[in-house]
Structure formats: C-alpha cells, structure tokens
C-alpha cells in the first residue's frame, strides 16, 4: 500500500531531522555557557579550567 509507505517515510524523515538537529546542537554547545561580562564576552565560561 502506497500510503502507508508514505506515512512510514515521512515519520523516518522526521525522526532522522529531530536526532540530527540534536546532534548538531550538542556539539556546539560549550559546558557552562558563555560569560556576559565585558572582559570575557562572548568567551566559554569554563574555557579557562581544567577538567
């Protein structure tokens, strides 16, 4: 049946774009968050400590 092959698609599609955006996501976002204060702004706010 077309249809159902159809519905099948465009929920693996869907699924597929959720876990790459979240992928996308966590890769770029830095533990910690970034500072707001003038010296350091815009820099990672653990950037200077070491694990």
Do not use: H
Not at 1 to 22: Q, S
Request: proline letters at 4%; a positive charge; zero cysteines.
């Amino acid at each position: 049946d077309g249809g159902k092959y159809k519905d099948r698609v465009n929920t693996l599609l869907l699924v597929a774009t959720l876990v790459a955006t979240m992928t996308f996501t966590a890769g770029f976002t830095l533990p910690g968050g970034y500072n707001g204060s003038v010296p350091n702004l815009g820099m990672a706010t653990l950037a200077k400590k070491t694990a």
